[in-house]
C-alpha cells in the first residue's frame, strides 16, 4: 500500500463550480499536511498547509481527519487558472523530521 | 522571498558520464535541501537528504556513489549523476527549508532539472 494514495483524476469541472477531493495517508504517526500544485513540467508550489481544525485560504478549503487518515482539499468558484494537478504532501513523523511523502496526485481540469 | 534555483533547467548528456545539478537558495539560508526524483506522471520520490556540513542521507533504494551530493554552504547543494544511463533521465527538483524555520516543515521548491541520457 502506497504511504499516500490520490485519485488521479482527472476532475473535469466546469468554470464556477466546486470541486473536492481527498488523499489518504497510512503513517498515523504524521505529523504535517500540505497541499502543493504542480502545473505541467513544472516544480510543485505550496498551496496551502492543513490545520488539524482545518483551514480557507479564499476559494480552497482544506481539511484533515485523523481519526480516518485523510485530508481533503475543495476548490469553489473553479477558476480557469486553477487547471493543474494538485499534490497531497505528508510530512513522516517526529523520525523523520522534515522528509516529505508525496502522492502521485490528482489531476484538475476547469472548462469554460 | 523563498526562492530556490536549479542549474541547468535542461541537460541532455551520452550514457556514461556525469552531470552535475546545482540548488541555490537565493534569498535564505537552508541548513537542509532535499533532492527529488519525479519520472512522468509519477509522484515526486525522495532521493536524499543534504545537510550543510555534513554526510547526505540517502534514501532506501538510492545509491550513494551514483548520486552524488554535497552541501558545502548554507546556500547551495550539488547533486552529480555519475555514469549516466538511460534510466536516469528524469526531472530532478530540489527543495531547501529556511535555516531560521527550523521547526517549519515547509518546503521551497526549485524549478528542476529535466535530465535526457542517450
Keep these: ?112 | 522571498g523563498a526562492v530556490v534555483s536549479q542549474h541547468p533547467s535542461r541537460v541532455i548528456c551520452k550514457s556514461g558520464t556525469s552531470v552535475k545539478i546545482e540548488c541555490r537558495s537565493l534569498d535564505f539560508q537552508a541548513t537542509t535541501m532535499f533532492w527529488y526524483r519525479q519520472f512522468p506522471k509519477q509522484s515526486l520520490m525522495l532521493m536524499a537528504t543534504s545537510n550543510e556540513g555534513s554526510k547526505a542521507t540517502y534514501e532506501q533504494g538510492v545509491e550513494k556513489d551514483k548520486f552524488l551530493i554535497n552541501h558545502a554552504s548554507l546556500t547551495l547543494s550539488t547533486l552529480t549523476v555519475t555514469s549516466a544511463h538511460p534510466e536516469d533521465s528524469s526531472f530532478y527538483i530540489c527543495s531547501a527549508r529556511e535555516h531560521r524555520l527550523a521547526l517549519s516543515y515547509e518546503q521551497y521548491f526549485g524549478p528542476g532539472t529535466r535530465l535526457t541520457v542517450t
Design chain 1, 1 to 112: 500500500r502506497k504511504e499516500v494514495e490520490q485519485d488521479p483524476g482527472p476532475f473535469n469541472v466546469p468554470e464556477g463550480a466546486t470541486v473536492a477531493f481527498n488523499c489518504t495517508y497510512s503513517n498515523s504517526a504524521s505529523q504535517s499536511f500540505f497541499w502543493y500544485r504542480q502545473d505541467c513540467r513544472k516544480e510543485p508550489k505550496l498551496l496551502m498547509s492543513v490545520y488539524s481544525s482545518g483551514n480557507e485560504d479564499g476559494r480552497f478549503t482544506a481539511q484533515l481527519n485523523r481519526a480516518s487518515q485523510y485530508i481533503s482539499l475543495l476548490i469553489r468558484d473553479s477558476k480557469l487558472s486553477d487547471s493543474a494537478t494538485y499534490l497531497c504532501v505528508v510530512n513522516r513523523g517526529t523520525d523523520s523530521w522534515g522528509k516529505f511523502q508525496f502522492g502521485a496526485g490528482t489531476q484538475v481540469v476547469v472548462t469554460p
